[in-house]
């Protein structure tokens, strides 16, 4: 949405987005119109993560254990989820966004 219509997001911002998604957290960005001009500006950039719930790597590993592939599914982006997936013992080839 950022994209289509045509807002600026700087090389530094761009790094930060980039680093909270390698830590397995979702990013989210607000952007506003002054003065109901053309141009769109970004205003704010969000980082949000939910706490990994400790059983989560026992189970994981557990059902490793049986034979049973693991597979996560999410709707965020590849990094992010991939991210999550290394943190309680997900292959990258089994995360998908």
Known sequence: ???ANNVAI?????STLQGW??????????????RQSTAWSLVAAFAISDPVRPEAISVIKALGKRG??????SGDNQI????IGAQ???LSTNSKS
Do not use: P, Q, R, Y
């Open 88 to 90: 309680v013992g997900i």
């Open 80 to 83: 992010t989820a991939n991210a």
């Open 1 to 3: 949405m950022l994209s």
């Open 21 to 34: 998604k390698s830590e397995g957290k979702s990013v989210a960005l607000a952007a506003i119109n002054f």
């Open 68 to 73: 049973t592939d693991v597979w996560m599914l």
């Open 10 to 14: 700087s090389k530094e911002v761009a």
